[in-house]
């Protein structure tokens, strides 16, 4: 009689140990169906005028009442501060889709990060003089796109108050300050720039203008990076606020802060304890409640606190905590990717991982589990920021129109894009067509062309 396999025995019951503690990752269609009305609810808070006060979801006016033609003409810096980077760049546009562009990118120093206003916007003029000087624009009369990813209240097109810090930033004096004057204050300071005029937008706007620079039907963007926003093209008649201010142009983009979506309580029916302990753990507990569950900067922290719960239940790792992964936040979202990245049944980058996390012997179970908890972690990411996308197609209405997407998960992360444009068929209505585009060279390129159709717009 062949003695019982209990090796496979043991491995079948881990791997549905480890699927049961992932099963809250899982969620209905009925459930993104949920989640779509509901984004939809706050949409309409955050245009109304009594309501937007306490929206959670704000849709700020981004007074961007037009997207680029195609006929803009000319050199144009960009500045776009974004995560762990500053990246500067100029836009060389010479019409009919032809354009060039120089770019530079300068890391953010930690402690910039939570530094004074004045170091803080030095920093970002020094990167700007020294691009400048790199590729000779000394003598050129510039104008500069400034785009600014955290949470703006927007009062004009050039200028923009710091509603709060995200991302891990937490620099003095900025908050409830305009952000364009401040960066002026800080050329001025060096009295070398040949900077004329700045505008602002966010990064997300941005990733939109560059999109509907060739793809005339754009009329969303979404960037999934460190942090998740969106942005759309409304019409000016359902944005009360836009209306006090006297000005009736047929349509306005609408920067939505997504990533505050939640804030008040309304995604707690699917948050897991796992993203509750996220949201305690976090610089600003109970904000940007639908960004700690789908961004980059926090979904290696979900995947490591979830392989926590998997090996305190003894099915994985043989039941072994090491220190290293103890450490809070010391699973990236670049390790999840190269996890997923690599080919089923193929374990070695897995290994590598667990190597680094102090494990030196792990089984090809262990590696299939790591895999399975990174990938309903993402698909949960990817379908989350789908249907607030979804919400948003319909919102617009039209019968056709592009989504321009941009943002380090949304071009790097495996099958990401598969994942979003997946579950959006499954929940627009078949009346609505749509296509999902990168937005080429990102946010910065957007601004640069917003600086541009801006000063077209003047002359």
Avoid at 38 to 66: N, P, Q, R, W
Avoid at 234 to 257: D, R, W
Wanted: a positive charge.
């Amino acid at each position: 009689m062949p003695k019982p396999d209990f090796t496979q025995y043991v491995i079948e019951a881990n791997r549905r140990i480890v699927k049961d503690i992932c099963k809250p990752f899982i969620l209905s269609d009925g459930t993104y169906k949920r989640i779509m009305d509901l984004f939809l609810v706050d949409i309409k808070k955050g245009l109304g005028k009594y309501t937007h006060k306490k929206a959670s979801v704000k849709c700020y006016m981004t007074f961007v009442e037009k997207l680029p033609s195609g006929c803009e003409r000319g050199k144009f810096l960009s500045l776009e501060l974004s995560g762990d980077v500053c990246r500067v760049l100029c836009v060389n546009l010479q019409g009919d889709d032809d354009f060039k562009i120089d770019w530079q990118n300068f890391d953010v120093p930690p402690e910039i990060k939570v530094d004074t206003a004045c170091h803080f916007f030095d920093f970002l003029a020094q990167c700007l003089s020294d691009f400048i000087v790199k590729y000779d624009l000394q003598y050129d009369e510039l104008s500069l796109g400034f785009t600014f990813a955290f949470p703006l209240k927007q009062t004009s097109i050039s200028k923009g108050i710091l509603v709060k810090w995200t991302k891990g930033y937490k620099v003095s004096g900025v908050v409830g300050h305009d952000v364009i004057a401040l960066l002026q204050d800080a050329i001025v300071r060096r009295g070398d720039l040949p900077i004329n005029d700045i505008i602002i937008l966010n990064n997300t706007t941005g990733a939109l203008i560059s999109c509907a620079w060739k793809h005339k039907e754009a009329k969303i963007g979404v960037l999934i990076s460190s942090g998740c926003n969106m942005c759309y093209l409304e019409k000016s008649k359902h944005i009360q606020l836009f209306k006090n201010a006297g000005n009736y142009t047929p349509t306005m983009v609408i920067n939505c802060e997504a990533g505050a979506f939640g804030n008040d309580g309304a995604l707690d029916f699917i948050r897991t304890s796992v993203d509750f302990t996220v949201n305690k753990n976090s610089m600003y507990p109970g904000q940007q409640i639908f960004e700690k569950m789908v961004s980059g900067l926090y979904l290696g922290e979900i995947a490591r606190l979830t392989l926590l719960d998997c090996i305190n239940a003894g099915a994985m790792l043989k039941g072994i905590l090491s220190k290293e992964i103890l450490t809070p936040t010391a699973f990236k979202i670049h390790d999840m990717s190269q996890i997923e990245l690599e080919e089923p049944g193929h374990y070695a980058i897995t290994r590598k991982f667990f190597e680094k996390m102090g494990y030196k012997h792990t089984t090809n179970g262990d590696c299939e589990n790591l895999r399975y908890i990174c990938s309903a972690i993402s698909t949960r990411s990817a379908n989350m920021v789908a249907a607030c996308l979804a919400c948003l197609v319909e919102r617009v209405g039209d019968p056709y129109l592009i989504i321009g997407a941009d943002g380090s998960v949304y071009r790097s992360y495996p099958h990401y894009p598969t994942l979003l444009r997946n579950r959006l068929k499954k929940l627009v209505r078949g009346d609505f067509k749509f296509d999902v585009v990168q937005a080429e060279d990102g946010s910065g390129q957007g601004a640069a062309l917003l600086a541009a159709s801006t000063k077209k717009k003047k002359k």
